[in-house]
């Protein structure tokens, strides 16, 4: 920690200093060549100087960024009303005058803004906008020509469903912020912009429901979110490392996903989202361990068959959490435990292994983690490459070659494929590093110290907090309303209230007496 | 930064501190599934022989293992060890075999029938004192012989005879009604109690003795040598006394409600060849005792259900009151079989059914005067029996098929 602070304050010191907010100067050249000088001379900045009208000898100037504007918009609606659409200008038109008209009339886009200081307009430059410069102005004019190439919005990668809708987030926050404004129509979802990272300057928006989300949430995530300081953001990992509550803690404390409806579900029980530009994954606060647990998917099937899946997928963390230990410490320490034809089974199994179960199940843990990797960070054409070698290597030939044995490589195999079955990347992960710590436990302390280890483990948990929610709720501190939608998942008529663990405004989401639509009255079919 | 390496450092030291006290890797033990206790021999008191699980000739299962091992062997390996009691056979055991036993998974206990004979009190101590040890491991006496060459056996169907035979009992407990399961929990109650005695299967090898032990006895399908549960040993002052056969052992059953199913044999009217098979499988007995003038006098209550399983002669079942009739020949039986249980046990006076044990339940004041002198008292006691027995269904049709002749 203390390493921490001692980087920040050498930081600090060598900060970067930009040139102080100063007027712009009403002479064109000396605007333009100081903007070069700026911006290092940058080849991408454009600078096109004409004169306004005909026969004017009105020099203006349009400056932008090439790459990060939208080149259709900025000729058609920028360029060209300027430099043919502007007959009627005439010599007769003062330079205030023109100022205004252009303002007014002449950008025929979205946004135009005017800027008086270099600061300002430096910002609305490199954000994509095209400047407007004239000979004589003391100001600038801005208008949105936002753009260049992005991405289209393809299907997630990394939650995926069966049923639902395919949509993801794109690299682009105004994109983003779209694809959640069409999921939910209300004047009452409010963005917040900020921009983090001092270099970067990445926008940041923060989403929430107004009158939903609760106050003091808000006032925390604005407070975090402006204390950040650090050159660059190119990521919601980094804001996330930021804003999270507890650093040393295997378990993550705050939500992401690529998913818009994910995030529109969750603006709706009145949590607050935070949108990086430039990166599909947005975060969600506050959030508890059961969410992670939680698939988007349990809301669009039956809930008795979300029930069923919401508990196989607890049922699976458990399982890649405690299989290998439990295999250790049940063959190491408590053989009496293992039913008799099974236990027969394994002591011929062992009988050639040359290390103990330990060591096995360490290294045939440690390879797959290997080939996991491998298979994630290996080049596309190779991971087929990587499967076979996994495969190969380790459910064949380790067995024939009488280095592992076959259980082992089931247990392994079990674990592995329950470990897929989380509804959440972060929280599959977390269970990657405990369960190495629980099968060291397992081999020295056998059944005793996995024990011990899930009480530290519940212990701790119980110690974080998510922006003010502890991480168990609704079981620790009980909240039997919550429970409608922790373990299990009751019809959504039945889910009239909004989690309370997380403090909404409003607590009723289906109001008095419209909660049974289905109730069938005796002698009568619903209509 | 410190802080946590300071931790960490203190953490390390736990692992220097504890060690691995019990941790054990799966293939340094043996794992035995029965025991078997015989007289010993020059001087020694016991002689006991544990089978041993070969896991190697049994782990394959086909596929990968058992390759490069080259012989398989047999299913299981017997150790005997001869010695003053059980724990010193167990160490003398090490001198043999090249792992640790492991009693955990012990299935059976065989005792022979001269052990037996001598008494069996205090000899089933070291079972219920190991860490290891299970108390529902199945209990049977070998009769006419010695408890080893049952260890030796080589069964063809359960590959481990311990099984083989713990198995066959519990058929027969389910089926015929003339053994039972006795786990060890329940003969040490026994013995330790006052008022009751324990009873335990029997069970015999047959056949050419000499094969039992050998491969090739389970590569015929006509086995020469071959293993039959035979009677029930019955036991006083931990003693074997004298051994209950075929329905008498059915009466003890039915009197300490331990009947699970069995089939009672009728004959029919007038025929001594034809007869009517009643399976029965529902049973309550109610037992109580009472004293009157220093006498003890039991009554015992048994309802039991069953079906028709076979008839070989011509009754006509529509008619109710034959049913009737058939139920009345069957309380008849019952009643019989319990009556000769019953007086079986008198003349050895040995309270095998614990009535003493009921007698100190429900009048400790009388028990207390007749308890010094209780197999005495037990032997000279009343008995009334009432049976009742229904009979629900006839199997799939009514009446045998009609004979022409």
């Not at chain 1, 490589?409 to 369960?435: E, G």
């Not at chain 2, 071959?226 to 004298?242: I, P």
């Not at chain 2, 079989?337 to 007698?359: M, V, Y």
């Not at chain 2, 209780?374 to 629900?392: L, S, Y």
């Amino acid at each position: 920690m203390r390493f921490f602070h001692r980087s920040k304050r050498g930081r600090q010191a060598s900060e970067m200093e930009r040139s102080g907010d100063i007027p712009l100067n009403d002479d064109l050249e000396s605007n333009i060549k100081q903007l070069k000088k700026e911006l290092g001379y940058s080849p991408d900045l454009v600078v096109r100087s004409f004169d306004l009208g005909k026969n004017s000898d009105f020099r203006v100037a349009v400056v932008y960024m090439e790459g990060i504007v939208d080149e259709k918009v900025l000729n058609q609606w920028v360029m060209k009303t300027l430099m043919i659409d502007s007959g009627e200008f005439d010599q007769k038109i003062s330079k205030e005058e023109a100022l205004e008209l252009i303002k007014k009339s002449a950008l025929s886009v979205g946004n135009v803004e005017s800027h008086r200081s270099w600061n300002q307009m430096i910002d609305a430059l490199l954000n994509g906008q095209a400047i407007v410069l004239g000979e004589g102005w003391s100001e600038a004019i801005s208008g949105d020509t936002t753009g260049g190439e992005t991405k289209p919005i393809t299907e997630p990668q990394s939650q995926t469903v069966v049923r639902g809708p395919k949509d993801s987030f794109t690299e682009t926050l105004q994109t983003n912020l779209g694809l959640i404004r069409r999921r939910l129509k209300t004047p009452n979802l409010w963005v917040e912009n900020t921009n983090c990272g001092k270099i970067s300057r990445t926008k940041v928006s923060m989403v929430y429901i107004k009158g939903l989300a609760n106050e003091e949430l808000l006032n925390t995530v604005r407070k975090r979110l402006e204390k950040i300081e650090i050159d660059g953001i190119l990521e919601s990992g980094y804001i996330e490392e930021f804003i999270q509550d507890k650093a040393w803690t295997p378990f993550p404390t705050v939500f992401s996903t690529e998913r818009p409806d994910i995030v529109s579900g969750n603006l709706l029980e009145g949590r607050v989202a935070i949108l990086v530009d430039n990166t599909p994954f947005a975060l969600v606060v506050p959030t508890t361990f059961f969410q992670f647990f939680q698939s988007v998917e349990d809301y669009y099937q039956r809930f008795d068959i979300a029930t069923f899946t919401r508990l196989i997928r607890y049922f699976s963390y458990l399982v890649s959490l405690v299989t290998p230990a439990i295999y250790i410490a049940l063959t190491s320490f408590h053989p009496e435990m293992i039913p008799t034809p099974l236990l027969i089974k394994l002591i011929g199994q062992r009988k050639e292994i040359p290390f103990p179960a330990l060591v096995e199940a360490l290294a045939m843990e440690f390879s797959f983690e290997v080939i996991r990797e491998a298979g994630v960070r290996a080049p596309r054409v190779l991971s087929g490459a990587v499967t076979i070698v996994g495969a190969i290597v380790l459910g064949e030939t380790v067995v024939r070659a009488g280095l592992a044995t076959p259980s082992m490589v089931i247990v392994v195999a079990i674990t592995a494929i329950a470990s897929f079955a989380s509804a959440s990347f972060p929280i599959s992960i977390s269970a990657r590093l405990i369960r190495f710590l629980l099968m060291l436990l397992g081999a020295f302390f056998g059944l005793f110290g996995i024990l011990l280890a899930m009480i530290l483990l519940i212990a701790h948990m119980n110690t974080l907090y998510s922006f003010g929610t502890p991480y168990l709720a609704p079981f620790a501190p009980l909240i039997v309303n919550d429970q409608k939608d922790t373990l299990i998942r009751v019809p959504i008529w039945a889910l009239y209230r909004r989690p309370k663990s997380i403090h909404p405004v409003q607590d009723t989401k289906v109001p008095e007496g419209k909660r049974h639509l289905t109730k069938r009255r005796k002698g009568r079919r619903p209509r | 930064m410190s802080k946590i390496l300071h931790w960490l450092c203190i953490a390390s030291i736990l692992f220097l501190l504890t060690g691995c006290w019990n941790y054990r890797e799966l293939d340094d033990w043996s794992v035995v599934t029965a025991m078997g206790v015989d007289k010993g021999e020059k001087g020694k008191r016991y002689r006991v022989s544990y089978q041993v699980v070969n896991s190697g000739s049994l782990a394959g299962g086909g596929g990968q293992s058992g390759r490069g091992t080259g012989t398989r062997g047999t299913p299981t390996v017997t150790y005997s060890s001869t010695g003053d009691n059980l724990y010193e056979t167990i160490v003398n055991t090490n001198l043999k075999a090249p792992r640790k036993l492991f009693f955990a998974h012990q299935r059976l206990l065989l005792i022979g029938e001269s052990v037996a004979r001598e008494g069996i009190e205090h000899l089933l101590d070291r079972l219920e004192r190991d860490e290891h040890g299970r108390l529902n491991i199945i209990v049977m006496v070998v009769r006419d012989g010695q408890a080893e060459s049952l260890i030796n056996f080589l069964s063809p169907l359960e590959r481990i005879s311990a099984y083989s035979l713990s198995e066959t009992l519990k058929v027969a407990e389910q089926f015929t009604g003339m053994n039972w399961v006795t786990d060890l929990s329940e003969v040490i109650n026994d013995l330790s109690s006052k008022g009751k005695e324990p009873l335990v299967s029997g069970v015999k090898l047959i056949g050419d003795q000499q094969m039992g032990d050998q491969q090739t006895n389970i590569q015929e399908s006509r086995l020469s040598a071959r293993t039959e549960l035979n009677g029930v040993a019955m036991f006083k002052k931990g003693k074997l006394v004298r051994w209950l056969e075929g329905e008498r052992a059915r009466g003890v059953a039915f009197i300490l409600n331990r009947l699970q199913g069995t089939l009672l044999t009728l004959g029919c009217d007038g025929s001594e060849k034809e007869t009517v098979g009643i399976y029965l499988n529902r049973f309550t007995t109610k037992r109580s005792i009472r004293v009157r003038k220093n006498k003890p006098v039991i009554r015992i209550d048994v309802n039991s259900e069953g079906s028709i399983g076979e008839m070989d002669c011509p009754l006509n079942l529509e008619d109710p009151r034959q049913i009737e009739r058939l139920q009345q020949k069957s309380n008849q039986k019952i009643k019989k079989d319990i009556r000769e249980a019953i007086k079986t046990a008198q003349k050895s006076k040995s309270d095998i059914f614990g009535f003493g044990e009921l007698l100190h339940q429900q009048d400790p004041q009388t028990w207390r005067s007749l308890k010094k002198d209780w197999p005495r008292h037990f032997a000279k006691a009343r008995i009334e029996i009432k049976v009742h027995t229904f009979i629900r269904l006839t199997g799939m049709r009514i009446n045998t098929y009609p004979n022409p002749r």
